[in-house]
Each structure stands twice: as C-alpha cells, then as structure tokens.
C-alpha cells in the first residue's frame, strides 16, 4: 500500500496560482490518484483525478479549465496546478488512490482506499 505526503499549500490572492504536489512511496503504476478538498464546515469534495498508467483525467465542474492535474513517475509525484483561484477554492487539499490500472478513474472519495494528510490552500485579498 502506498503512502503520500502532500507539499505546497499556502496563502495565495485572488486570481493566483498554486501548485500542491503529493509525493508517493512506492511505484505510482496501476492506480487511480485524486485530489480532494473540504472547506471548513463543509463535506469533502472530489477535484481532480488521473490514471497513473494512462494519463486519463477527470475534474468537477467547478474547476475546469482552472485545474490541472498530472503525474511524473520519475519523481513519484502528483501535481495539482491552480490558476485563476477564487476565495471559495479555500480549503485542506488532500491526494488519495485506489488500485486501478486502466480506463477513467473517478472523483467520488468512498471510491479511495489510501489518504496523505492534507494541506491547507487559503486564497484571500
């Protein structure tokens, strides 16, 4: 079973930009890795997901074509980028995965078995 630790939240103005990666140890092949985030009084929210394998990816609504989400095997990393960020995209961004070596993974968290422990991403004037 793999472990993640997930880097580089911070403070950020609106209509910035933050990248948050999740460092993952052992092999990132055959897996389904997402990002999640849950505001503060708020239920945890699907973001992003990818294919470790093939590189398919799958998104909210509320973050296309402000997101991206990738993942580099020679780091044993994944990557979530944040442009054009809004106050509302304040919360603990966590990196999760579940065993899956093809198709288009998902976003729902019951699917995700494995959980780094978050880091915080503030976007405020």
């Known amino acids: 079973q793999v472990q993640m630790v997930e880097s580089g939240g911070g403070s950020v103005q609106p209509g910035g930009s933050l990248t948050v990666s999740c460092k993952v140890s052992g092999s990132m092949y055959n897996l389904c890795m997402g990002w999640f985030r849950q505001a503060q009084g708020r239920e945890r929210e699907g973001v992003a997901a990818?294919?470790?394998?093939?590189?398919?990816?799958e998104y909210t609504d509320s973050v296309k074509g402000r997101f991206t989400v990738s993942r580099d095997h020679a780091k044993n990393t994944l990557y979530l980028q944040m442009n054009s960020l809004k106050p509302e995209d304040t919360a603990v961004y966590y990196c999760a995965s579940y065993a899956q070596a093809w198709g288009v993974c998902t976003v729902r968290s019951t699917d995700y078995s494995t959980w780094g422990q978050g880091t915080q991403v503030t976007v405020s004037s």
């Open positions: 990818i294919q470790t394998n093939n590189g398919a990816t």
